[in-house]
């Protein structure tokens, strides 16, 4: 126990002679301003950058200041705006401009207000994504929706009005009768619907197209699923209506519209006839597509080449189809 004693004791002592401030007789040697006495060396020294040294004592600039040059013996204000300073402050460089503004070296290193379309945080400026905006001296981006919808912008992102409504999306209007909401957020395109973006509001699908999904820019077709008109709410594939003699077929996805007619050859002509390349394709191309030609070649329905060409059936299935089936009745 006495030794660990005299162990701690002979540390304290080391410690109090390596951190004991230079005496005021050694300070007092350093008879020049902006020179403090280094106990390392026993000399004055020129004071080190970041510091003021006055009667031989350099102390720390404080934080809203800095010292750029050795031998001083004061510290510099940071431009106005500053709030504090990095240590040692050696340069402007360190001064920290208040939030909402920035450090600008090409004008001589003074704060400068936050410019709009960027936020300033620690002299930090950074630009606004896509989707948000600030003012000038803003201190962070503001989102544009706060609602369900996509939001985006539109040329410099400078205040709420540079908002716009992605396609797919609507800006809902106060006192709509349809859509009535609380904000001018954006908000998904709903069923039935198509919405271009920005300020048109939602477009009712026209007869003849549907559109089942919410968040849609256009209305899809009815006519590929051989239907010519649709009734409302047009919101699903199943409120098309099939064209004169076809009948629907099918749930879902499957929907379609198909010919009504009993014998699949008489259909597939039908087909060739109305110049319905999806629904030939459609024919050939389930069960035994060759076999369903071939069959309508030998009984003598060679009229599908001439079909074909007449309607200009481009497509590469029909064609081929056609022309094995041709090939195989030949044979």
Known sequence: MMRLALILAASAILILVLFTPPTSANAASCAAEGEFFDEASAACQPCKKGYACTNGVAMLCPSGQYQGAEGQSVCLDCPVGSVASLTPATTKRYCICEDGSFLDPSRGFICRACSAGSSCVGNIRSGCHQGTFAEAGATECTQCSAGGGRATTVGQPVSASSCSCKAGSFRAQLGSLVFAASSRDCELCPKGFACAGGDAPPAACPDGQYNGSTARSA???????????????????????????????????????????????????????????????????????????????RAGNRTILALADERGLADDVIAAAVSRAAGAADA
């Open 219 to 297: 209305c899809v077709s009815c006519s590929p699923y051989n239907a010519d008109s649709s009734v409302l709410p047009r919101s699903v594939r199943r409120y098309c209506t099939c064209r004169g003699g076809y009948v629907p077929q099918g749930r879902g996805r499957a929907w379609t519209c198909v010919l009504a007619a009993a014998d699949e050859v008489d259909a597939l002509l039908a087909a060739i006839s109305a110049g319905d390349a999806a629904l030939v394709r459609t024919l050939v191309s389930g069960g035994a597509p060759w076999n369903l030609v071939a069959a309508g070649v």
